[in-house]
Structures are given as structure tokens and as C-alpha cells.
């Protein structure tokens, strides 16, 4: 149990619930720009409001985000929008595609993430939609008619608009 301001004893997010949103989150901030991997839960509608451990009103955030909640820098429509974003990205893109994405869009212009050629499969499907695109390296190393040595996963302006819209900030 949790003092609260008010003295009264809160009882622990039961574990289930905990579990829940963290997974949704990836274990990380569900800021897509923040991603930093220590968290801590954060009711979105305060607890004081609303004394109630419910998912839906709870978000992954780190300490510095939690902060920033806490103080109206971010809101709770933003707040509500970031945990509805992690639903679509999730059915849609796996945790390292989004991670990767977010990896890429920090990079300068023309610049990409090694990658080898064996491991494409895991990020097909922000391959196939256009979000990043593979500069091929000269050369190289082959085993077995397959290319060892990496090339570079350049994030697409496809990429860079998706992530503008999914974090609300321009990439």
C-alpha cells in the first residue's frame, strides 16, 4: 500500500494490470521520442480523481515524463493518444520495427543501421510498406550465395512522415 497526499493508503496496481501495460509499452516510456527503459506507471486520470487501477487509464512513462505529466506539460488527450498509438503500432509493426524506426529517424540524412541481409526478415514489414529502404553496400562478403557483410537501413521520408504522425512531432 501507497501513501497518498491525502494520507490514505492506495493499493499496488494489481499484477496483472501492471503486466498488461507494460507489455503494451514494450517495458519502455510510451513517448515514442523518450522509449527510455526504466518506467513507472502513471494514471492518466489521476488516482486522487479516480481511485481506480483500471488499463485503460494507465501509461508506461519514465521518471522525467512521469514529471512532466504530473506538472500538465503533457496532457491527458496527449496521454490518451501516446497509449492509443502503442495499440495501432503494436498490431501493426513488431517492437523492433518501431524501434529501429525510431533509431533511424535520429540519424542525418542519407545515414542508415547496419544491417545484414539474413536478419531482413525480421523488419519485412516496414520494408514492404516503403518506411525504410536498404543502401546496398559494393561488395562484401558471401557464404552460400548469401551476403554476410552488412548494408544500411536508410529511414524513407514514407518513415519519417509515419513517425510524425504516430509521435505527433516532426522527424
Request: hydrophobic letters at 40%.
Amino acid at each position: 500500500m501507497l501513501d497518498t497526499e491525502a494520507g490514505e493508503r492506495r493499493p499496488p496496481i494489481p499484477a496483472d494490470v501492471k503486466r498488461r501495460v507494460l507489455v503494451e509499452a514494450g517495458h519502455r516510456c510510451a513517448i515514442p521520442t523518450c522509449r527510455y527503459i526504466e518506467v513507472e506507471l502513471h494514471h492518466i486520470i489521476p488516482w486522487a480523481k479516480c481511485k481506480a487501477h483500471n488499463y485503460d487509464n494507465l501509461i508506461a512513462l519514465c521518471a522525467n515524463c512521469h514529471r512532466r505529466a504530473d506538472r500538465g506539460e503533457i496532457d491527458r488527450k496527449a496521454l490518451r493518444l501516446y497509449k492509443l498509438n502503442l495499440r495501432f503500432a503494436h498490431d501493426k509493426f513488431s517492437q523492433l520495427e518501431m524501434d529501429l524506426l525510431f533509431d533511424a529517424a535520429k540519424l542525418g540524412p542519407n545515414q542508415g543501421i547496419q544491417w545484414t541481409a539474413v536478419m531482413f526478415s525480421l523488419i519485412r514489414r516496414i520494408l514492404e510498406v516503403g518506411y525504410v529502404q536498404v543502401a546496398q553496400t559494393d561488395g562484401g562478403v558471401f557464404l552460400g550465395g548469401l551476403k554476410q557483410s552488412p548494408d544500411h537501413l536508410v529511414i524513407t521520408q514514407k518513415g519519417r512522415d509515419f513517425l510524425g504522425e504516430f509521435g505527433q512531432h516532426e522527424f
